[in-house]
């Protein structure tokens, strides 16, 4: 046990107590941030790396366990091992391989990818784990670089707020009605075999795309969603607005980082969420009128009350006393089937902007590219992901099916406004 | 570089169709080139070994003989349940006491309750002859060597003791019910009983002397609301 806190076990965070329930093979609540050096990898140096930085962030050294009312994270004594980069995009952790880690560390060629588990942290966490990882990566094989602040390394001491479960810190017990929800139109095709996932990612130059959407007076998270919004209705609602599937509304969910709304310095889960939302039912639907539909909804949904209200729905859910002191084994099956009554099926499709990652400036000559994936899975098939590093905007999409109609229409849009798309898949199609 | 002259972009790789629209690409790639993503393996295919296979068909058949047979030639006796119950024991061995790798106090204290259950049920299908050996000596007895064992286990690998005081904590807990089945009478035979839960607040009142903070700690971890 370390001497600078009081304990080594964690609670799980709000969010963080209803995946461990809800995942499996195929619903695996899993993400993965990677990053692309300029040269090889060494694994040897990587492994130490990872170990050295371990130390670091006692909140990821730990292994999930159940206590008999809630599950709990707990110090995990056992080394960590990174693992060569299969073909699988975020799949199922399972806890028993890997030494009970909820991470995973993957490396294959210049790429170094880390895969975690939602139960642990979200998209904001991750980044900062894999910073820090790249940083005593490069500080081993000895070159000249410096943190500049911007990334945690392994000499510094963890402080007590990044521990934080900081949904319970905002939470206000006024603000918590809950707004019921319709269910999502849900993307139809054909699923891959064996819960594999289908990964494209698309490179944009940033520069020439803030231009754009700043003519249109939007954010980039705005114009994205619209647009996603645009080609699930074109290529899955549009003329066939009559069929009853097609009356449901797309969502377009949209995490938020509250990291950026409300001050913490948690590594743990602080996101939430504003959704796009509209029945497409006519057939002259625009792009046009879906960027003034979208800007709206998103500006809604992002004041702090309903942030605050969202937030503490779900705190409220958590802190409810029959819920609280319900015994573990009886427990898992209540947040089971709760889960599947109303969460799954409310969105169509999500849409993580992680956005900017900024390294040190003397790391980016070592640092080629950074992507991110979601997982994929069966009401979700299609789940798409942005971040943008230098002049590189990297939008990935990861399937659970095997049409590729959406990303072709996303990113034609692109290339028919003559810009210049590059293309990374990993061409699950041709192995199945 | 490859490109789709259909979608209009160019793409890294050795493959020779366009991802998005399947068509083929033209252009030629750098011969060193190494895919980002690794090819697909299979990795997650579910073959059961021959053997296993073969074990759990049969078990399947005997336990539908037994039954059958027990069924026909009824005379107030379940025999067939010591059969299958001895066949059950065996996969709960295989599966839970060999090849778990839950850890040792665990997969002990399964194995002990699992050992009880299937020691009352030989003793209660023989309705005639019983005489309540599996209740008066074997549960609390049993409990009480599992009670030893972990604490031995505890004592020799003191590296992860905390790990197993959860356990331990379990089956102290569950000494009681020998104990409260002898002070009702339902038991004809007290000593081993009291035996049993001696030892068991003995190893107890050891833990809360020696290691009061682990054990508090994990009270809290385990039972935290």
């Known amino acids: ?432 | 570089m490859k490109r789709c002259d259909k979608c209009n972009i160019v793409i890294e790789t050795k493959q020779q169709y366009c991802p998005l629209c399947h068509q083929v690409l033209t252009g030629e790639t750098d011969e060193d080139f190494k895919e980002v993503y690794p090819e697909y393996v299979s990795l997650r295919r579910m073959v059961l070994p021959t053997t296993k296979k073969a074990l759990m068909f049969l078990t399947l058949i005997s336990i539908l003989i037994l039954g059958t047979i027990n069924w026909l030639y009824f005379d107030g006796r379940y025999w067939s349940l010591i059969p299958i119950g001895a066949i059950a024991y065996f996969w709960f061995m295989l599966r839970i006491g060999i090849l778990s790798k839950r850890n040792i106090a665990g997969r002990l204290g399964l194995a002990t309750i699992f050992m009880i259950v299937f020691l009352i049920l030989i003793d209660y299908s023989e309705y005639n002859v019983h005489n309540g050996w599996s209740t008066n000596y074997l549960m609390p007895l049993l409990l009480m060597s599992c009670n030893l064992a972990i604490s031995m286990i505890m004592w020799i690998k003191r590296l992860n003791y905390r790990d197993y005081i959860f356990y331990l904590l379990v089956i102290i807990i569950f000494s009681i019910v020998p104990l409260i089945l002898a002070a009702t009478k339902v038991l004809t035979v007290a000593w081993p009983s009291i035996a049993s839960f001696g030892v068991a607040i003995f190893i107890l009142l050891f833990i809360v002397f020696f290691f009061p903070k682990s054990i508090r700690e994990e009270i809290k971890k385990r039972f935290h609301a």
């Open chain 1, 1 to 432: 046990m370390d001497s600078n806190k009081l304990t080594d076990w964690f609670r799980l965070d709000n969010s963080g107590k209803i995946f461990p329930e809800v995942s499996n093979q195929r619903e695996t609540n899993t993400f993965r941030v990677q990053v692309a050096l300029t040269e090889e990898v060494d694994p040897e140096i990587l492994q130490m790396a990872a170990m050295g930085i371990l130390e670091r962030y006692p909140m990821f050294k730990v292994r999930l366990k159940h206590g008999f009312f809630w599950n709990y994270l707990d110090h995990n004594a056992k080394p960590f091992h990174i693992s060569p980069m299969t073909h699988e995009v975020c799949s199922a952790i399972n806890p028993r391989e890997n030494n009970c880690y909820l991470f995973k560390v993957f490396y294959r060629g210049k790429t170094i990818a880390i895969e975690m588990f939602h139960s642990l942290s979200d998209g904001g966490g991750v980044v900062m784990l894999l910073q820090s990882l790249v940083y005593e990566y490069l500080k081993l094989k000895g070159y000249p670089i410096s943190p500049d602040n911007i990334i945690k390394t392994k000499l510094e001491r963890p402080v007590q707020e990044e521990y934080e479960d900081a949904n319970e810190k905002y939470y206000n017990a006024k603000n918590r009605k809950h707004v019921p929800e319709k269910r999502a139109y849900l993307i139809k095709g054909t699923y891959l075999p064996d819960n594999n996932t289908g990964l494209i990612s698309g490179i944009l130059s940033t520069k020439e795309m803030l231009d754009l959407v700043r003519s249109k007076g939007l954010t980039m998270t705005e114009y994205f969603s619209a647009l996603m919004m645009y080609t699930i209705y074109t290529t899955q609602i549009r003329y066939r607005t009559h069929l009853l599937s097609n009356q449901a509304p797309v969502k377009v969910f949209v995490p938020v980082n509250l990291r950026k709304h409300f001050p913490s310095e948690t590594l743990r889960n602080f996101s939430n969420f504003v959704k796009t939302n509209l029945v497409m039912t006519r057939d002259d639907i625009t792009l046009e009128e879906l960027f003034e539909l979208v800007h709206e909804q998103f500006q809604q949904g992002m004041t702090k009350e309903e942030l605050i209200r969202k937030m503490s729905e779900n705190v409220a859910f958590e802190k409810n006393v029959m819920l609280r002191f319900m015994p573990y084994f009886i427990k898992r099956y209540a947040l089971k089937i709760g889960y599947n009554m109303l969460g799954m099926k409310l969105n169509t499709t999500s849409m993580t902007n992680i956005g900017k990652i900024v390294f040190p400036e003397s790391m980016d000559n070592y640092i080629e590219d950074v992507t991110a994936a979601v997982y994929a899975g069966k009401y979700n098939c299609v789940n798409c992901s942005i971040l943008s590093y230098k002049d590189r905007l990297k939008i990935t999409f990861t399937r659970s099916i095997l049409e590729t109609n959406i990303e072709r229409e996303f990113f034609r849009h692109f290339t028919n406004l003559g810009m210049k798309v590059e293309i990374e898949s990993n061409f699950v199609e041709e192995f199945i």
